[in-house]
């Protein structure tokens, strides 16, 4: 059991909501500000791909077979079909046939 008192983890618990809203907000206002021009639309366009890819790079470096498995079927599905929601579920059944299977063996 940690030794750190409940009203600190609370504390950093509401501080961390704090500072995840107000990026959020400020984000908005400072972008409620900025002009939409080509480069800075190109920016944001960019932006939700590299959140993606950062999030996603790790899995597939150091996740385990299924979850590689889930990224090659949800990519190959992507580029086949152009179709998020196909390949998010085909992915998602790759990796549970893998862990199913693993678990059967």
């Known amino acids: 059991m940690s030794s750190i008192p409940l009203w600190q983890s609370l504390l ?5 909501a704090t500072i995840a809203y107000g990026s ?4 908005l206002l400072v972008m409620s500000r900025v002009p939409l021009g080509p480069k800075v639309q190109r920016f944001v366009d960019a932006m939700s791909t590299s959140v993606l890819i950062a999030i996603v790079a790790p899995l597939i470096m150091f996740g385990d077979g299924g979850a590689r498995l889930a990224a090659l079927a949800t990519t190959l599905v992507a580029i086949l079909w152009r179709s998020p929601l196909l390949a998010i579920g085909l992915g ?8 199913w299977w693993l678990q059967a063996a």
């Not at 950093?12 to 961390?16: D, F, N, P, S, T």
């Not at 959020?24 to 984000?27: E, F, K, M, S």
């Not at 998602?92 to 862990?99: K, L």
């Open 12 to 16: 950093a618990i509401g501080l961390l």
């Open 24 to 27: 959020r907000v400020l984000g």
């Open 92 to 99: 998602m059944a790759a990796a549970a046939a893998w862990r």
